[in-house]
């Protein structure tokens, strides 16, 4: 009998590791997979805010893996050819390569329960959507008021990129307060450049479309289970490519 | 039948333009210029006829779109195309085309699928008297992405050509699929697949009994000189396509891409197969 209990035991144990190697070999695999073949975004489960993580990217310094959470008070950077894709709250955010955004938290948050990010500080190029939540950007040469919408920035010591890709946004001259716009947007109507030196009331003009796309931004609404206001992307903002 | 099918879509598109008094959103020109080289320029079966040359293109297109609900929109797309051959000049040419799409989108959504009906005119004017004449082509296509890196797309069409020289006539029926892949920094790959039916060309040397009697029609060929005769055979044609496309910025790209073709026409005593391969090189840019 004794001898019977030893070979099932035997076999049991044989049985778990076997099933633990298969997990243990099924689980990257299928991130391997995930990675060459992309993912198809929609709501994050409970508990997890990167989507997709390329490169080298921490949160607060560590090393950042698909399980590290992310909340306001939080610092997440990326190193050169890097990415992050991550979700705070309703809040989706696309870092890209050489970035570093600081998430304020509120002083007194509108309902504990939920993840508010407050204000953003940020030096690098970042690509967000929001709703129905107001909050305040700040880059070296600007501070800008969003009130629940898609922007993409791009923020250098000295000169600040913003599109308003949808909704509205308040934007102020960090070294020049005369110099101020508003500016309301169906889809990126009217990127501009916010610089630290230039005359009193203009340092703010007019930029192009610079590199974020509608694909992108459909695809982190996805991941707070939204879409953009417009219906068909356009390829205007992508590099050209063979019609077929 | 096809005019007429392709100036009801026209006609519609255009009413609809008129009736929402939208104003058309013109995206920017788009300038293509390649270097290609085709193996089997003639579609010949036999290795003596077949007939290999490089190709240059330079192309421009502009593509317009109309808002009619938030979920459909009207695309028109102009484009100019130039062709020049470096040894066989009789197929150097200049075409202009018209296509006008209906495009409906059910939602915003990541993965919501985009439907078309697709109208095309094309006028193609070759050095080749026998060449020369009008396209017409009438589409149905879906688009949807299937995962943030992947992208496919499908097509039914049916196309016709009324040339000079009725053995460049033809209809062929077509179903295509093509898959792209977007692989971050260093671009995207694509490939698709297309299977035709319908009337093909072949061009070979002298004017063997077999093939003139299977050929729906026959001509001395004016493109390749002497001794060449072009039959139109009722055929099977399968195409794919396997291309690199890396973007240099967000206004410009280079595209690689290969492309084979062969098709398969009975005759009395024989399957004859014909294969074509086509290699291209060409600098994209939009402004």
Known sequence: MENFDFIFARRRQLLIRALGA???????????????????????????AFYRITGDVTVNGQIATLETPVHPGDTVTTGDSSEAIFVVGSQSLLLRERSRVELESAAAPVNSAALFIAGL????????????VGQRLTTPTATIGIRGTGWYAESDPDLTYFCTCYGEADMVSNEDPASRETVVSKRHDRPLYIAREGPEGGRIRDAPFINHTDQELMLIEALVGRAPPFVFPSDNYRSPQRRY | MFRSCCAVIYGALFCTAAATATPLQLEPVRLEAGIGWDDNLTQAAESRSRLGDRVATVALSRR?????????????????????LGRYGGLDRLTGGLSSQLQYRTSAAFFAPTFALVAD????????????????GLAANARQSWTDRIDAFAEVSWSR???????????????????????????????????RRGDVQ??????????????????????????????????????????????????HALDLSWRQAQSWVHIPTETVRYRSNFVSFAYLRQF
């Open chain 2, 202 to 251: 072949s061009t070979n040397m002298g004017s063997e009994l077999e093939y003139a009697n299977a050929a729906r029609a026959e001509s001395a060929d004016d493109a390749f000189g002497a001794g060449y005769h072009v039959f139109r055979f009722f055929g099977r044609t399968t195409l794919w396509t396997l291309g690199w496309n890396l973007p240099l910025g967000a206004a």
């Open chain 1, 22 to 48: 298969a997990a243990g070999i099924a689980l990257p695999l299928s991130l391997r997979a995930q990675a060459i073949l992309g993912g198809t975004p929609g709501p994050l489960p409970p508990g997890r």
């Open chain 2, 161 to 195: 050509r009324d040339a000079n020289d009725a053995v460049f006539d033809g209809v062929q029926r077509a179903v295509r699929t093509r898959v792209d892949y977007a692989a971050g920094k260093i671009g995207s790959f694509y490939g698709s697949a297309e299977l």
């Open chain 1, 121 to 132: 500080r940020i030096t690098g190029k970042l690509l967000s959507v929001s709703r129905d």
């Open chain 2, 121 to 136: 005119l094309q006028r193609d004017q070759y050095r080749s008297h026998q060449r020369t004449g009008t396209r017409f």
């Open chain 2, 64 to 84: 317009a779109s109309l808002p009619i609900t938030a979920n459909a929109r009207a695309v028109f797309d102009a484009s100019l195309l130039a062709e020049k």
